[in-house]
Protein backbone atom coordinates (compact mmCIF):
# COMPACT_ATOMS: atom_id res chain seq x y z
CA UNK A 1 0.00 0.00 0.00
CA UNK A 2 1.23 3.30 -0.67
CA UNK A 3 0.43 6.31 1.35
CA UNK A 4 0.59 9.48 0.50
CA UNK A 5 1.43 13.11 2.26
CA UNK A 6 -2.11 14.15 1.57
CA UNK A 7 -3.55 10.59 2.80
CA UNK A 8 -1.17 11.11 6.26
CA UNK A 9 -2.41 14.25 6.66
CA UNK A 10 -6.18 13.02 5.99
CA UNK A 11 -5.67 10.49 8.55
CA UNK A 12 -3.93 12.82 10.76
CA UNK A 13 -6.93 14.94 10.87
CA UNK A 14 -9.47 12.50 10.96
CA UNK A 15 -7.78 10.89 14.24
CA UNK A 16 -8.25 14.19 15.69
CA UNK A 17 -12.36 13.73 15.54
CA UNK A 18 -12.23 10.48 15.94
CA UNK A 19 -9.75 10.10 19.44
CA UNK A 20 -11.93 11.88 21.42
CA UNK A 21 -15.54 10.16 20.25
CA UNK A 22 -13.67 7.12 20.69
CA UNK A 23 -12.85 8.12 24.24
CA UNK A 24 -16.27 9.27 25.30
CA UNK A 25 -17.29 5.65 24.60
CA UNK A 26 -14.74 4.11 26.19
CA UNK A 27 -12.39 3.32 23.54
CA UNK A 28 -8.87 3.61 22.61
CA UNK A 29 -8.62 4.02 19.14
CA UNK A 30 -4.99 2.07 18.40
CA UNK A 31 -4.99 3.09 14.85
CA UNK A 32 -6.43 4.97 11.78
CA UNK A 33 -6.08 4.47 8.54
CA UNK A 34 -6.84 6.54 5.12
CA UNK A 35 -6.33 4.88 1.94
CA UNK A 36 -7.78 7.94 -0.70
CA UNK A 37 -9.72 5.91 -3.64
CA UNK A 38 -10.18 7.43 -7.33
CA UNK A 39 -14.06 6.85 -6.56
CA UNK A 40 -14.31 6.22 -2.67
CA UNK A 41 -11.95 6.00 -0.15
CA UNK A 42 -11.53 4.12 3.23
CA UNK A 43 -11.46 5.38 6.70
CA UNK A 44 -10.20 2.23 8.92
CA UNK A 45 -10.95 2.89 12.72
CA UNK A 46 -9.38 0.25 14.95
CA UNK A 47 -10.32 0.53 18.17
CA UNK A 48 -9.43 -1.47 21.77
CA UNK A 49 -10.50 -1.43 25.86
CA UNK A 50 -10.32 -3.43 28.45
CA UNK A 51 -12.00 -6.99 27.93
CA UNK A 52 -11.94 -6.94 23.92
CA UNK A 53 -14.14 -4.98 21.59
CA UNK A 54 -17.45 -6.90 20.43
CA UNK A 55 -19.43 -5.91 16.35
CA UNK A 56 -21.59 -3.91 18.90
CA UNK A 57 -19.01 -1.46 19.97
CA UNK A 58 -17.56 -1.53 16.85
CA UNK A 59 -21.15 -0.46 15.30
CA UNK A 60 -21.63 1.88 18.21
CA UNK A 61 -18.19 4.16 17.35
CA UNK A 62 -19.35 3.68 13.93
CA UNK A 63 -22.75 5.27 13.74
CA UNK A 64 -21.60 8.29 15.75
CA UNK A 65 -18.61 8.80 13.90
CA UNK A 66 -20.20 8.77 10.52
CA UNK A 67 -22.52 10.99 11.69
CA UNK A 68 -19.92 13.63 13.26
CA UNK A 69 -17.89 13.19 9.95
CA UNK A 70 -20.83 14.14 7.52
CA UNK A 71 -21.55 16.39 9.50
CA UNK A 72 -18.16 18.39 8.82
CA UNK A 73 -18.01 16.76 5.75
CA UNK A 74 -14.57 15.00 6.61
CA UNK A 75 -13.10 13.48 4.09
CA UNK A 76 -15.15 15.48 1.36
CA UNK A 77 -16.66 12.99 -1.20
CA UNK A 78 -17.92 9.39 -0.99
CA UNK A 79 -16.21 7.09 1.81
CA UNK A 80 -16.61 3.69 3.50
CA UNK A 81 -16.19 4.18 7.16
CA UNK A 82 -14.22 0.66 8.68
CA UNK A 83 -14.42 0.42 12.66
CA UNK A 84 -13.13 -3.01 14.32
CA UNK A 85 -11.19 -4.32 16.58
CA UNK A 86 -7.28 -4.41 16.06
CA UNK A 87 -7.16 -8.31 16.17
CA UNK A 88 -5.37 -10.57 18.38
CA UNK A 89 -1.68 -10.80 16.16
CA UNK A 90 -1.49 -6.43 15.06
CA UNK A 91 1.08 -5.12 16.40
CA UNK A 92 1.14 -3.15 19.88
CA UNK A 93 1.07 0.30 19.45
CA UNK A 94 0.39 1.67 22.89
CA UNK A 95 1.65 1.29 27.00
CA UNK A 96 -1.67 -0.30 27.34
CA UNK A 97 -1.80 -3.22 24.96
CA UNK A 98 0.99 -3.93 26.90
CA UNK A 99 -0.83 -3.91 29.78
CA UNK A 100 -3.60 -5.33 28.12
CA UNK A 101 -1.87 -8.29 27.40
CA UNK A 102 -0.69 -9.10 31.13
CA UNK A 103 -0.88 -13.11 31.42
CA UNK A 104 -1.01 -13.90 27.44
CA UNK A 105 1.86 -15.33 25.12
CA UNK A 106 3.45 -12.22 23.13
CA UNK A 107 6.35 -12.21 20.39
CA UNK A 108 8.82 -9.43 20.40
CA UNK A 109 11.40 -8.82 17.39
CA UNK A 110 14.42 -6.90 18.79
CA UNK A 111 15.67 -3.56 17.23
CA UNK A 112 19.10 -4.36 18.54
CA UNK A 113 19.57 -8.12 19.52
CA UNK A 114 19.28 -9.07 23.15
CA UNK A 115 22.57 -10.97 24.11
CA UNK A 116 22.70 -13.04 20.59
CA UNK A 117 18.52 -13.03 20.13
CA UNK A 118 16.64 -11.01 17.77
CA UNK A 119 13.25 -12.18 18.79
CA UNK A 120 12.01 -13.37 22.48
CA UNK A 121 8.34 -15.14 22.96
CA UNK A 122 7.10 -15.77 25.80
CA UNK A 123 4.38 -14.47 28.77
CA UNK A 124 4.27 -10.92 29.33
CA UNK A 125 4.47 -10.91 33.20
CA UNK A 126 4.85 -7.34 33.89
CA UNK A 127 5.31 -4.02 32.16
CA UNK A 128 7.05 -1.78 34.50
CA UNK A 129 9.69 1.38 34.25
CA UNK A 130 10.30 1.13 30.79
CA UNK A 131 10.20 -2.27 30.61
CA UNK A 132 8.58 -5.46 30.03
CA UNK A 133 9.27 -8.88 31.22
CA UNK A 134 8.89 -12.18 29.69
CA UNK A 135 8.75 -15.86 31.24
CA UNK A 136 10.06 -18.25 28.79
CA UNK A 137 10.59 -21.44 28.25
CA UNK A 138 9.96 -23.02 32.61
CA UNK A 139 10.00 -20.45 34.76
CA UNK A 140 12.78 -18.12 32.96
CA UNK A 141 12.21 -14.48 33.08
CA UNK A 142 13.76 -12.43 30.55
CA UNK A 143 13.67 -8.59 30.87
CA UNK A 144 13.30 -6.82 27.80
CA UNK A 145 13.67 -2.67 27.31
CA UNK A 146 11.04 -0.77 25.72
CA UNK A 147 13.40 1.17 23.81
CA UNK A 148 14.93 -2.10 22.13
CA UNK A 149 11.45 -3.49 21.18
CA UNK A 150 10.70 -3.08 17.10
CA UNK A 151 7.23 -4.88 17.10
CA UNK A 152 5.84 -6.66 19.54
CA UNK A 153 2.12 -8.18 19.11
CA UNK A 154 -0.11 -11.26 21.00
CA UNK A 155 0.40 -14.60 20.14
CA UNK A 156 -2.31 -17.15 18.59
CA UNK A 157 -2.04 -20.01 21.04
CA UNK A 158 -4.15 -22.72 19.66
CA UNK A 159 -3.64 -26.24 21.61
CA UNK A 160 -0.70 -25.00 23.00
CA UNK A 161 0.42 -24.54 26.43
CA UNK A 162 1.40 -20.70 27.76
CA UNK A 163 4.73 -20.59 28.54
CA UNK A 164 5.90 -22.70 26.11
CA UNK A 165 7.62 -19.58 24.17
CA UNK A 166 11.29 -18.87 24.13
CA UNK A 167 14.71 -16.71 23.16
CA UNK A 168 15.34 -17.06 19.19
Same mark, same amino acid.
Given at each position: ?????????? +????? =?? /? #????? =?????? @??? %??? #????????? /?????????? $? *??? +????? &???????? $????????????????? *????????????????? @? *???? +?????????? %??? $????? *? !? %? @?????????? /???????????????? $? !? &?? +???????
Amino acid at each position: MIVNVKSQMM +AKKLA =EI /V #EPLAE =ELGYDL @IDL %QFI #EGRRRSIVR /VFIDKDGGVS $L *DDC +AALSR &RLSDRLDV $LDVPSGPYNLEVSSPGI *DRPFTSLKQYMRSLGKE @I *DVVL +AAPLGKSSQV %QGT $LVEVS *D !G %Q @IHLRVGKGEV /VVVPMARIKRASRVLT $L !G &RS +AGSGGVR
